[in-house]
C-alpha cells in the first residue's frame, strides 16, 4: 500500500513542480527515450541475472506492492500456537503433536496463527525442525546450527534478488545519459532545419536525463530498498521460530520459551510482558 502511496506522492510532486514552473507535459511524452532506457534497463537485467533470479525479483516487486511483515497480534497468535502445541508435547510426549506437524493446514492449533500457517517459508522453518526433534534426541547445539544454517541459506538466495534490482536502479542515470547523447546526435543531424526544431531535439534529449535519474532514485531505488526491508524482517522471523525451539529443546517451559522468543521480536511489533502473557493465558 505504502510503495503505491509512494509512487502516486512522487508522480504529483514532479508533475506539480514542472507544471507550475510553466513546463508543458506532452514535452515529457518522449516515446524513444522511453523505449531506449526501458529496454536497455531490461536488457542489462536479463545479461546479468539468471531466469531463477529473474522469477525472484518479479515476484518480490508485486509482494512489495502489498502489505508484508507482521504486526504485533501476528507474533502474539504465533507463540500462543507455539505454546499450546509444547504444552501437549510436555504432558504428552512429543509424538503427540507428529499430526500437528505432519499436516500443519488441518492442525487446529496451528492455524490459529492466521498470518504464520499462511507463510509457507516460515511454515515449513518450524515444521522441518520439529520434524528432526521428532525423529530423535537432538542435542540443542546441532538444532542450533541445523536452524542457523537454513537461515543463512535464506539470506544469501534472496540477497541477490534486491542487490540485482538495485543494480539496475544505479545504472538508470547511465542510460539517461546514454539516451540523451542519442538525442543529441538527431539533433546535430537536422542542425539545419531551424532554431525550433533544433530546441525540440534537445529538450527530447533532455528527457532522456531526466527520465533515467527520476526512474533510479524515484523508483527502482526505493523499491529494491523497500524489498531489502522486507527479506530482513523475514530473517528476523525465522530468528524468532529458532529462539523459541531452541529455548523450548534446552528445557525450559513453553511460557518462558515464549517470552524468549518476545525478546527477538523488533520494538515496534513487540508485545508486552503482561500482553503476551494474557495471549498465552487465553484472556483478553
Known sequence: MFVIIGIVVVLASVVAGFTIAGGNLVLL???????????????????????????KIMGAITKSFGSHGNTKQDYMQMLKAFSDLFLIAQREGLLAIEKHIEAPEKSDILKKAEKFIHDDYRKSFFCDTMKVMLAGSV???ELDGLMDAEIETYEKENKPVFEGLARVGDSLPGLGIVAAVL??????SSINAGAEA??????????????????????VNPLAANIAHSMEESVQDLQIIKSYILAYAKGNPPFVAAEIAR??????????????????????
Open 139 to 141: 542435542p540443542p547445539h
Open 198 to 219: 533544433v530546441g525540440h531535439h534537445v529538450a527530447a534529449a533532455l528527457v532522456g536525463t531526466f527520465l533515467g535519474v527520476l526512474l533510479a532514485y524515484g523508483f
Open 29 to 55: 511524452i518522449q516515446i524513444s527515450e522511453f523505449i531506449t532506457i526501458g529496454g536497455a534497463a531490461i536488457g542489462s537485467l536479463l545479461i546479468a541475472s539468471p531466469l531463477s533470479l529473474i522469477k
Open 183 to 188: 538525442g543529441i546526435i538527431v539533433t546535430m
Open 263 to 284: 525478546r527477538s521480536i523488533f520494538l515496534d511489533q513487540r508485545p508486552t510482558f503482561v500482553e503476551l502473557e494474557n495471549s498465552l493465558r487465553g484472556k483478553k
